[in-house]
C-alpha cells in the first residue's frame, strides 16, 4: 500500500511538471518577443482591483505581478508600491491607477492640483479609542453653553444623515432634502447670533483634529508650490481659523472653497454668502472664476474625500476630465458601502485616520521627503 501510494504520488508530481514546464517555457518564449512581456503584465494588471497578497493564487503569480509593476511604471518607487499593499488600502484597478501615478511622476509638482474636502477627510472621522471627532457645523453641536442649538442642529443630522449615505437614492434624488439640511442648520447658526470671537473659542476647544500626518502633507504641497483646494460643504470661516489655530496660519498655497459666512458691523454672525455648498453640488459650478482659473492651469489631479459626492469636485473644471483626476476616497466605518466607493473612487482608504497613502504619492511625485 506505502509503495503504491509513493508511485501514486510520484507520478502526480510528474504529470504536474509535464504540465508546467512547457507553460514556463512559453511563457519565456513571449516574453522575448518585443511587446508581447508588457501586453501579458497588462493584462495581468488590468481590472485586478488589489495588490494585497491574497489576490494571486501562488508565489509565482505575487512574483510576476511585483515584476509587471516595476517594469510597466519604472518611476513609481517600490516604497509607493509597498504601501499600497497594505490591508486597509483597496485599489480599483491597479493598471490604471498606477498610470496615472506614473503620469503624474513623470511630469512633476509643477503641474499638480490637489483637491480635497475638509471634514473626516482632512480631518479624522474618530480618534484613537473610536469616538467620533467633530465636523465643522458639529462644533455648535457638542456646546454646553448653546444646548438648544445643539439639540436642534443634532435632530437635523439624525433627519438628513440617513438620506445623505442611502446607497438606494440617487443624487437627484437626495439633492433636496441636502439643500433643506443645510439651508435650515445655517438658518439656525444665524438666528444664535455667534459673533467671531466666541466662534474662535468654540473652534479651539473642539474635537476637530487633523488626520495623523496631515501636517507634514500640508507642509511638503506648501513648500512645493502646489495648489491644494479645500473644496467643503461645512463652514469655511472654522477651516480657517481651525487652520490658523493648529498651524500657525492658513497654508499659502490653500484655497478654501466653501459656505463662508457674514458677520456684521458688530462681528456677529448675520447669514452666509451664496452658493449654497452641500454634499453632493461639490463641482466646478459653485467654484468662483479665480478658483476656477488656477484649477484649469493645471494638467494632474490628486483628488481626497469621504462622502458619497467627494468624487465629483473636479467634475465641471476647465481642461478636466473626472475619470483622468487620481480619487482616494476614505471609508470611515461603513463597511456596506465599499462597493460604491470602490466604484467611484481609484483608491479606497478603510478605516485609517492617517494621510499615509496620499502622502506617499505625493512624496514620489514631488521628490525625496523631508
Not at 437635523?156 to 445623505?164: G, H, M, N, R, V
Not at 441636502?178 to 468654540?202: F, Q
Not at 481609484?346 to 492617517?354: L, R, Y
Request: proline content about 4%.
Amino acid at each position: 500500500r506505502e509503495a503504491h501510494s509513493n508511485s501514486f504520488n510520484s507520478e502526480n508530481r510528474s504529470m504536474r511538471l509535464h504540465v508546467l514546464v512547457p507553460l514556463l517555457v512559453a511563457t519565456v518564449a513571449a516574453s522575448k518577443i518585443p511587446g508581447t512581456h508588457n501586453m501579458m503584465c497588462k493584462a495581468k494588471l488590468q481590472g485586478k482591483d488589489s495588490l494585497e497578497a491574497k489576490a494571486p493564487k501562488t508565489q509565482f503569480d505575487v512574483k510576476f505581478r511585483e515584476t509587471c509593476v516595476a517594469e510597466l511604471f519604472p518611476r513609481i518607487p517600490r516604497a509607493l508600491t509597498q504601501t499600497l499593499r497594505f490591508g486597509h488600502v483597496r485599489v480599483k484597478d491597479i493598471y490604471t491607477t498606477f498610470t496615472k501615478i506614473n503620469n503624474m511622476i513623470g511630469s512633476g509638482p509643477s503641474k499638480l492640483l490637489t483637491i480635497s474636502d475638509f471634514d473626516h477627510t482632512m480631518s479624522r472621522a474618530y480618534d484613537e479609542k473610536g469616538e467620533s471627532c467633530w465636523t465643522t457645523h458639529g462644533i455648535f453641536e457638542h456646546t454646553a453653553s448653546m444646548a438648544d442649538l445643539a439639540v436642534k442642529l443634532a435632530a437635523l443630522s439624525a433627519k438628513y444623515k440617513p438620506i445623505e449615505f442611502n446607497s438606494s437614492m440617487t443624487v437627484e434624488q437626495k439633492i433636496p432634502h441636502m439643500e433643506a439640511w443645510w439651508g435650515e442648520s445655517n438658518d439656525l447658526i444665524v438666528a444664535k447670533g455667534i459673533n467671531r470671537t466666541l466662534l474662535e473659542e468654540l473652534v479651539q476647544r473642539s474635537n476637530v483634529r487633523m488626520r495623523d500626518n496631515a501636517p507634514a502633507l500640508l507642509k511638503k504641497l506648501e513648500d512645493a508650490h502646489v495648489p491644494l483646494i479645500m473644496f467643503s460643504a461645512g463652514i469655511g470661516d472654522i477651516i480657517s481659523v481651525f487652520f490658523s489655530q493648529r498651524l500657525g496660519a492658513v497654508p499659502s498655497n490653500m484655497h478654501i472653497v466653501s459656505n463662508m459666512m457674514v458677520f456684521n458691523n458688530k462681528d456677529v454672525v448675520s447669514g452666509f454668502k451664496p452658493p449654497l455648498i452641500h454634499s453632493f453640488n461639490k463641482n466646478g459650478k459653485v467654484v468662483d472664476k479665480e478658483t476656477m482659473s488656477l484649477m484649469s492651469k493645471k494638467e494632474n489631479v490628486i483628488l481626497m474625500g469621504d462622502s458619497m459626492g467627494d468624487h465629483h469636485m473636479i467634475d465641471g473644471v476647465k481642461n478636466h476630465r473626472g475619470q483622468d483626476a487620481l480619487k482616494i476616497g476614505f471609508l470611515n466605518k461603513k463597511d456596506d458601502l465599499l462597493k460604491f466607493y470602490m466604484d467611484k473612487y481609484d483608491i479606497v482608504i478603510v478605516d485609517d485616520q492617517s494621510m499615509d497613502v496620499p502622502r506617499a504619492i505625493i512624496d514620489a511625485v514631488i521628490g525625496v521627503r523631508k
